[in-house]
């Protein structure tokens, strides 16, 4: 069965510096979407993306934060200059429609230092 | 927004037996339900989803009610098995033309006893 990918699987990285975490969404779908989870709490929306352009963001995509489909299978996450509360699971998921289920990759372990 | 919530945090079900998670929505606009496990260490995988012009879908051991008058939908599980050990989640879209932006519930932790 299709999946979406994540790398690295985890990723620890000083404050300060720039983080890209990677996807390959699911290759027939056409949307794609990067959530968090900061440990014991719930899962929450970051961006959307959709026809190459953001379509929806949350408060939390700030400044900081970039998306990017360089090619035609992955989808990025950047942040630009990581804080310590940045420290979290961060999912990408897809999905064939936007009002279609969306499948999880298995998330990138962020930890900031 | 979309608000999305659980009733227990935790259920703790004998194997073999039937599993009920609820989840208690605050949106009457919101069209569209999903529910989703999640392992330790894993993403949120999808279960089984539902809208809103129908009262009951059921899937392989999995049942979705929703009940659009008191805004609340359950997931059935029949014959709990340990592999349903898990955290389970609903979701909503957020509500707003085109928004397709989930929001989760806290989740409910599921844990079979052999």
């Known amino acids: 069965e299709p999946e979406v990918t994540q790398t690295p699987s985890h990723q620890v990285t000083q404050m300060g510096q720039e983080v890209i975490l990677r996807c390959v969404p699911i290759s027939n779908h056409l949307y794609f979407y990067w959530y968090r989870q900061i440990l014991g709490q719930k899962v929450e929306f970051l961006v959307s993306?959709?026809?190459?352009?953001?379509?929806?963001k949350s408060e939390i995509f700030d400044d900081q934060f970039s998306v990017e489909r360089p090619d035609g299978s992955n989808f990025t996450l950047k942040i630009r200059s990581t804080k310590l509360e940045d420290s979290a699971m961060y999912f990408c998921?897809?999905?064939?429609?936007?009002?279609?289920?969306?499948?999880f990759g298995d998330g990138t372990r962020l930890s900031i230092l | 927004g979309e608000s999305v919530g659980l009733h227990l945090p935790t259920l703790s079900v004998q194997e073999g037996d039937n599993s009920i998670i609820n989840c208690a929505y605050s949106?009457?606009?919101?069209?569209?339900f999903i529910w989703y496990k999640q392992e330790s260490g894993k993403g949120p995988q999808f279960i089984i989803d539902i809208r809103s012009n129908m009262d009951k879908r059921q899937g392989q051991r999995v049942t979705v009610l929703l009940n659009k008058t008191v805004k609340h939908l359950s997931l059935q599980i029949a014959a709990t098995q340990p592999g349903d050990s898990a955290v389970y989640f609903c979701?909503?879209?957020?509500?707003?033309?085109?928004?397709?932006?989930?929001?989760f519930g806290k989740g409910t932790k599921l844990s079979v006893i052999p």
């Open positions: 979701a909503a879209p957020y509500s707003g033309a085109g928004s397709y932006q989930l929001t």
């Open positions: 993306f959709y026809n190459n352009e953001i379509s929806e």
């Open positions: 949106n009457s606009a919101s069209d569209y």
């Open positions: 998921a897809s999905s064939v429609a936007g009002d279609q289920p969306q499948h």
